[in-house]
């Protein structure tokens, strides 16, 4: 793998197509490991960057910031989370990531696999992943939880810019909690796809997301849903997933508000 950011002409399962090899495909990585320190400090001993991966520290949270145009279809980003035992991490995007098309039609693949320990929590909390027209993008997060972890995750979808119908995109979710499942879930849903447009999925939508809350500590009552847009399902095991569609990203965030819970 380049050092910074690098290009690479080789191939991959998720990206290659037969016939097919990606011209400047960006390989690039970033990781950030978060322990519990002294007076309810959080430490950073690892927070590594790679363009168009960046990461940064503020005094509310670590934020993902974009080191240039990415992803753009061909590249492979890869991000890595672990919260140690006891630490507190909130992880954010300072803007929406735009998925453009790549020169040779292929996909563009975001991986993000978490590690919570054991009373420690996780706010990854991203902004919207916009799929402009004709692109093709994947979203893969892999959450893994020990006992006694938490977890608030926010996974969003807007499907073209203004004025486009917006391109093709996956998503997988998958989350265990103390060596068991808790979630499967994915969604593949194209701006110009009949039957992506169609009721039985976006319901002539263009924004959809996800927002899992997992807390041991919280009861088990949940808020209704307000509307036929918005679904709320606790799952078995200690968590509870918001699942919402909006006609933009406004109407959505607010759709995914996180649901009331009570001891």
Known sequence: MPSAGGCDSGTTPNTARAGVRPRNRVVASAEIVAEAGGAGVTRLPVLRSQAPLVLRRTPEAVYLVGGSAAPIGGDALDLRIEARDGAMLRLRTAAATVALPGPDGLESVLTVTATVGPGARLEYLPEPVVVAAGARHVTIIEVTLA??????????????????????????????????????????????????????????????????????????????????????????????????????????????????TAG
Do not use: K
């Open 147 to 260: 006992e006694g972890a938490s977890l608030l995750l926010r996974d969003e979808l807007i499907l073209g810019r203004h004025g486009e119908p917006g391109g093709t995109s996956r998503t997988s979710l998958r989350a265990d909690y103390g060596g068991r499942p808790l979630l499967r879930q994915s969604l593949e849903v194209g701006g110009t796809d009949p039957a992506s447009l169609g009721p039985a999925v976006l319901a002539g939508h263009r924004a959809a997301g996800t927002l899992l809350l997992v807390d041991p500590a919280a009861g088990p009552n949940m808020a209704a849903p307000s509307g036929p847009e918005v679904a709320i399902m606790p799952l078995a095991g200690p968590g509870i997933l918001v699942t919402a569609l909006g006609h933009d990203a406004v109407t959505l965030r607010r759709r995914l508000a996180c649901p009331a």
